[in-house]
């Protein structure tokens, strides 16, 4: 690519006289900078084959592959039978001019079995190889297989894994084969470009090109969604208000969306309550530690299908995440989480949120649909590598990933599930005009009240068009009831009973 860049700018400069090229010069720049629209690039497609995060479907061998089957000891008879009737003559033995340059006698040859008397060393001195006069098979006079450290065996070559990496939440093992029918496919498969690039850096990681394996390590005791600190119902009962007030705001800041200083004038210009917008947001607070030990016991399980995605929130000037997964056919938020980072950990308390411990139950089976973080490929491996460890003795996976990407269906499973991906997408689209009147979080304490009280508003008050107006978990208790504030005050009174 860069020969032929520096071809073109030759032929420019072989076509156009100075003056030429230095008002070709002004218009590049102009373009460069950003003044010129009227210009537009080549659309610059990524290779195929460069380094995406993808984990191989593939378990490896927990034993070593069997050796290559031996035609049977009597086969070598056969040959020299077929050799004498081919020659008119006998093949005779090997005849060594001395003891040491004689084959041991308990060797045999892996193919033919030739006794060690048609056997000849191959290699001198080494005394480790020989050849078979009879079918010129070159073996080893003492085969010893390199035990594999690891336990873990290439599935697609049969070589040891070793370690290559290692950190707080896994162990990856590589291939190093160089043999390995895998890594040469893959190889294969670069084009010219990407080979050069790989001569120039043999250690470029951009390529996957070997078999890999993940072994999970997480401590089960810390993959707990972020929560709000349970307060209970003694803080709430010391509010200088009344509940009926506190289901206002709760009505005004979750339902409508609005600030707190917005709530705040909106309750003194309309029922003549003055409150300061700090207590607005101490209400939400306090209702929100409430709420959620019993918010987390009611989220339903998701059913044969669920969607799971997370969405950006900015708290104290940086980047935060907020994980949803929503049931596909009952629209119900089954799992809720809170993050600084968008790694495993998070995907994998969000996943155990939602689906609960792994059961290692046989027949038990939910899809999982997901874009293409890589953090959702390590929390689905490490689920089902969890649910096998528990019993699960069918050998399928107890979740299924489907991962949709991009707003094209370019594939099958894009085409069959992008409307529940398009599911999760209008749900972080709702719960983005729950945070935007925020500008932004001062602490994550503040950004997990919110969506604690957000996935409580969603599953319970809040109806949905697509089930003709329903909510997505009933509440019998809020039957009759239709005003926001009573609705809240019932909510709260549930939750702290």
């Given amino acids: 690519m860069k020969s032929s860049i520096l071809h ?73 039978a077929a050799y004498q009737r081919g020659h008119g003559r006998a093949l005779r033995p090997v005849s ?26 191959n290699d ?44 707080d939440h896994e162990t990856i093992y590589k291939c190093g084969n160089d043999d390995c029918g895998f890594y040469l496919d893959n190889l294969r498969r670069l084009t010219p470009d990407e080979k050069a690039a790989r001569e120039a850096n043999r250690y470029d990681p951009n390529y996957k090109l070997r078999y890999q394996y993940r072994e999970y390590c997480i401590d089960r005791t810390r993959l707990k969604c972020r929560r709000v600190e349970n307060a209970g119902a003694k803080a709430l009962s010391s509010i200088r208000n009344s509940m009926h007030t506190l289901g206002l705001a709760l009505s005004f800041f979750i339902n409508l969306s609005l600030s707190s200083r917005q709530t705040r004038d909106a309750l003194k210009g309309l029922f003549g309550i003055t409150v300061s917008h700090q207590t607005v947001v101490n ?96 929390a689905i491996a490490a689920y089902n590598q969890m649910d096998c460890a528990a019993g699960r003795l069918d050998g399928l996976p107890a979740l299924v990933g489907r991962t949709v990407v991009g707003l094209e269906n370019l594939d099958s499973v894009s085409e069959e599930y992008r409307q529940c991906k ?51 978990v009933p509440l019998a208790e809020l039957d009759g009831i239709d005003t926001f504030p009573m609705q809240w005050e019932k909510l709260v009174e549930l939750a702290t009973a």
């Fill in 124 to 167: 001198g001195a080494k005394r480790t190889q020989y050849r078979c006069k009879v079918c010129s098979h070159l073996g080893m006079i003492e085969r010893h297989r390199q035990t594999s450290t690891t336990g873990f065996h290439c599935p697609h070559c049969g070589a040891s894994l070793y370690k290559w990496k290692e950190n």
């Fill in 422 to 472: 398009q599911l999760v997408e209008r749900l972080n689209r709702t719960y983005k005009f729950h945070t935007r009147p925020r500008n932004g979080f001062k602490d994550l304490d503040g950004a997990t009240a919110l969506t604690t009280l957000f996935v409580a508003y969603y599953n319970h008050l809040r109806p949905h068009s697509a089930l003709k107006g329903a909510v997505p």
């Fill in 283 to 378: 209400y939400v607070r306090l209702a929100a530690a409430a709420v959620s030990g019993w918010l987390d016991r009611r989220l339903p399980s998701p059913g044969e299908t669920a969607a799971g995605d997370e969405t950006y929130i900015q708290v104290n000037g940086t980047w935060h995440y907020t994980w949803f997964v929503i049931d596909c056919a009952t629209r119900a938020l089954c799992a809720y989480n809170l993050s600084d980072t968008r790694g495993t950990a998070p995907a994998l308390a969000t996943l155990f949120n939602a689906y609960g411990e792994p059961q290692g139950k046989d027949g038990v089976r939910h899809e999982f649909v997901r874009d293409g973080l890589g953090s959702y490929d390590n």
């Fill in 96 to 121: 060594a001019r001395s003891l040491e340059r004689r084959v041991p006698e308990h060797c045999r040859c892996e193919v033919c079995g030739a006794p060690h008397d048609y056997l000849y060393l």
């Fill in 8 to 80: 073109f700018a030759k032929w420019i400069c072989h076509c156009l006289t100075r003056p030429e090229f230095d008002s070709l010069l002004v218009i590049f720049l102009e373009v460069q900078g950003g003044s010129r629209e009227d210009f537009a690039f080549k659309e610059e497609k990524p290779s195929p084959n460069y380094r995406d995060f993808r984990q191989d479907p593939v378990p490896p061998l927990r034993e070593p592959p069997p050796c290559k089957p031996k035609l049977g000891l009597d086969d070598w008879k056969e040959r020299l």
